[in-house]
């Protein structure tokens, strides 16, 4: 059997994350300040865009461990990042405010097959190579930059090519369905490459009586992440249009999203010793504290210095979190309970999602603005940090 290239696998992977959330979440962003001048919404309707793409992800989450156990990961991620083009695509062609939510519900469902399932592969090709996994999971997770670098150099361009026509903000949409369309194309590699390698991985750790997921074992860590899903949406929805109240142009806009992407894109390396040494919830617990103070900075200044400072430290944290419960549920479950433990995880940072974008839209419709609402998704990242902190790794069975 031929050597397999872990970390090139691993970077074509990556492009589920880009899709599921770099593209058909994140890049959301940037089109909602000229969506909601256009077609006149409150920021709390331009909010309930996430949240109705949270709930279909959180839907897609709670239907995932039954699809992979009757299709398997690399069939989903596939199908899931056809289904999210194609969700992606149709967003063009609305303007009412009930069938662009259902696009985005169910972009999201799709977005939950896409990233659950390459979660699965990735925590695969992790145990491949134990002694990098941290580094392989970040760069799976860290896709999730390129997608929102993509994002931050095409929507732009493409708003201002079409200004002059009529809800121009749609050509955006069909521009990125063909970046989805890209991604899963490229994908196809590592999907038949890590399906090939499963049964070797299987069998290679096999334990009959390997402890099974079990909600209790990672309460702490689950609701630290569930209020990680409430405060880091509210920043990734909001920060975009709060830029640009704040005064920032159009190349600012392109600068500070294509920065962040970067940084996500470069978090892999930076966080993968912290994800291999710790077994509990340190590293979400630490992280979820960065972030919080990532998202407090432009809610107190508009200093162009700290606000790219910001959008660095957020990008350089935001997706490691993702990447510090997959490292958690792998150092504490057999492999044949991955995929339990990454749904469990994504379904309650799903429910944490729901939240944060209307609560954030509402608050920031009253006194204080969008400032304001940031300052309530800081405190939700707080609380999750000290909740995360209180996770301990599960007892290892006694040798027999």
Do not use: K
């Amino acid at each position: 059997m031929a050597p397999i290239p872990h970390l090139s696998l691993a970077l074509a992977l990556s492009l589920g994350a880009a899709v599921s959330l770099g593209i058909t979440r994140f890049a959301y962003a940037l089109l909602l300040p000229p969506m909601r001048e256009d077609l006149h919404w409150s920021y709390a309707l331009a909010g309930g865009m996430n949240t109705a793409n949270a709930l279909g992800y959180l839907l897609g989450a709670l239907a995932t461990p039954w699809l992979l156990a009757r299709a398997g990961a690399s069939r989903l991620l596939l199908v899931g990042a056809a289904l999210a083009s194609v969700f992606m695509a149709l967003s063009g062609f609305f303007v009412e405010a009930a069938p662009l939510l259902l696009q985005r519900l169910l972009a999201g469902v799709a977005s939950a097959f896409v990233f659950i399932a390459g979660g699965v592969l990735a925590a695969r090709l992790a145990g491949l190579q134990p002694r990098r996994g941290g580094l392989l999971l970040g760069i799976y997770y860290g896709g999730t930059g390129l997608g929102i670098a993509v994002s931050a150099l095409l929507v732009p361009v493409v708003l201002q090519a079409a200004a002059p026509v009529r809800h121009g903000w749609a050509w955006a949409w069909w521009v990125l369905a063909l970046a989805c369309v890209g991604g899963t194309a490229v994908m196809a590699w590592p999907a038949r490459v890590l399906a090939d390698a499963a049964a070797g991985v299987s069998a290679a750790h096999a334990d009959a009586g390997a402890r099974p997921f079990a909600w209790r074992d990672f309460g702490p860590g689950l609701a630290g992440y569930s209020l990680f899903g409430v405060g880091y949406i509210g920043y990734m929805t909001f920060v975009i249009a709060l830029l640009r109240e704040q005064g920032a142009g159009p190349g600012q806009v392109t600068l500070f999203y294509a920065l962040l992407g970067a940084a996500v894109m470069a978090s892999s390396r930076l966080w993968a010793g912290l994800l291999d040494r710790y077994h509990g919830g340190q590293p979400l617990a630490l992280l979820n504290g960065l972030l919080g103070v990532a998202t407090l900075m432009p809610a107190l200044t508009a200093a162009w210095p700290l606000v790219l400072a910001s959008g660095l430290l957020f990008g350089g944290v935001f997706l490691s979190v993702v990447a510090s419960t997959t490292a958690l549920v792998r150092h504490n479950l057999a492999p044949v309970h991955w995929a339990s433990g990454i749904s469990a995880f994504t379904i309650v940072f799903a429910a944490g999602q729901i939240v944060g974008p209307t609560v954030v839209g509402w608050i920031a419709d009253g006194p204080g603005g969008l400032a304001r609402g940031l300052l309530y998704s800081a405190g939700a990242l707080w609380l999750g940090a000290l909740l995360a902190w209180r996770q301990q790794p599960l007892p290892r069975p006694a040798p027999t």
